[in-house]
């Protein structure tokens, strides 16, 4: 798998985790988005 590229808005603000399946010919991205003081909001920490 690549290196997993980040954009840091905030301290683990969002992560890109890229994938390539050279079988299948596909490639791929997920975002991760981490914001820890959601949880004091109710939220959830992370929305993947």
Known sequence: ?????????????????????PSLHAAGVKWVSGYPENQARGCPPSAA
């Open 1 to 21: 798998m690549p290196p997993k590229p980040g954009t840091h808005p905030r301290a683990d603000a969002s992560h890109a985790m890229p994938a390539w399946v």
